[in-house]
Nanobody
Framework: QVQLVESGGGLVQAGGSLRLSCAAS????????LGWFRQVPGKQRELVAT???????NYADSVKGRFTISRDNAKNTMYLQMDSLKPEDTAVYYC????????????????WGQGTQVTVSS
């Protein structure tokens, strides 16, 4: 079992940057597909980015060119570098892990972190 904890959220002005971190305990990230999701009140949790066990990445169209997902297996950590932030990026951001990439993207049997709030002011 993998336990995940997010950190790095906060308040930032439009155009600014934040870096989110996801730390694992209980088992390393190395054999898991990993991803970031976000959710706002009244809407479903949506995919932001994924990174496979071989570091292949995929991004939602809304964040392409602005966000970068990465992983450091030696440190059991995953990151989301967020640049050129917009007010519509405001959400609770969740880290997720799953042995199977397709299941991760489909939010099937994922292990979730507790979430971290990102607020972007105009």
């Amino acid at each position: 079992q993998v336990q995940l904890v997010e950190s790095g959220g906060g308040l930032v002005q439009a155009g600014g940057s934040l870096r989110l971190s996801c730390a694992a305990s209980g088992r390393t990230f190395s054999d898991y597909a990993l991803g970031w999701f976000r959710q706002v009140p009244g809407k479903q949790r949506e995919l932001v980015a994924t990174i496979s066990s071989d570091s292949t990445t995929n991004y939602a169209d809304s964040v392409k060119g602005r966000f970068t997902i990465s992983r450091d297996n030696a440190k059991n950590t995953m990151y989301l570098q967020m640049d050129s932030l917009k007010p519509e990026d405001t959400a609770v951001y969740y880290c997720a892990a799953n042995p199977i990439l397709n299941l991760l993207a489909a939010k099937q049997l994922n292990t979730w972190g507790q979430g971290t709030q990102v607020t972007v002011s105009s």
